[in-house]
């Protein structure tokens, strides 16, 4: 369970929410406007931006927990895949996800290679192993990115927009695979796709001017989609099944 007391989310020097508190139980949805926040308040939650308040994952504040075993507890994937060596294969970038556990001085382990494999093999990209990361397309980023998500073995994974720079049919691949992955992992998906939030069946933490509420299945209902959104809804048609 993570737990968010008066947390108050801080971006280039401005406060973007004040006091949230909020209990998030198990896996949920993040939407709202553009602008509204949904990236800064997911980049608090995983210690990637600064925030005022506490924040408690299991019942352990956060604040007491070192950067690399924070590492082992919760993955933030963002939108697109960013990163200064593009010619770093992608077998390398993945490995990197095991710094927390490396020892200091030496290589990374057999046993590190070996969740570097399985990690590939269960996105179906171990074709890829030797590719650089600049030479691929954005769904193969995405796996990417979510292979080095499971190489950590973080039980947390935190989804930024995965689908926003996709096509359909990558969409429906990622769909899958982070439905997939619910069996094993919290998930918390920030995303604009109404037909993806609708497929993952999560609770909703929907923000709007600063403020955050927290929805059920009735979210998708097109009369309340209508009241929160401003614009007319027939109903969602899922189609990723």
Do not use: W
Not at 45 to 72: M, P, V
Not at 116 to 130: A, F
Not at 172 to 199: G, M
Not at 209 to 229: A, C, Q, R, V
């Amino acid at each position: 369970m993570i737990e968010l007391k008066n947390l108050s989310c801080i971006y280039d020097e401005k406060i973007i929410f004040e006091n949230i508190n909020l209990k998030i139980p198990s896996h949920l949805n993040i939407l709202g406007a553009n602008g509204s926040g949904k990236s800064s308040l997911a980049k608090c939650i995983s210690n990637i931006s600064k925030y005022n308040g506490e924040i408690y994952i299991d019942s352990e504040n956060t604040k007491n927990i070192s950067l690399k075993n924070l590492a082992k507890i919760i993955s933030y994937i963002p939108t697109k895949l960013e990163i200064y060596d593009e010619f770093i294969s992608v077998q390398d970038f993945v490995l990197l996800s095991r710094y927390a556990y490396k020892q200091s001085f030496f290589d990374y382990t057999l046993q590190d290679k070996e969740i570097v494999k399985n990690s590939l093999d269960t996105l179906s990209i171990s074709h890829l192993k030797n590719h650089t990361v600049g030479s691929l397309s954005s769904g193969e980023q995405q796996l990417t990115l979510i292979a080095s998500a499971l190489t950590s073995q973080s039980k947390i994974i935190i989804f930024d927009e995965p689908t926003a720079n996709l096509d359909p049919k990558n969409s429906k691949i990622i769909a899958l695979h982070i439905k997939e992955l619910k069996k094993s992992h919290t998930i918390i998906l920030i995303t604009h796709d109404l037909q993806l939030a609708s497929f993952m069946d999560n609770s909703v933490l929907f923000i709007k001017d600063s403020i955050t509420t927290l929805f059920g299945k009735e979210f998708f209902e097109p009369s309340n989609l209508e009241k929160l959104y401003g614009v007319s809804f027939n109903s969602l048609s899922v189609k990723y099944d």
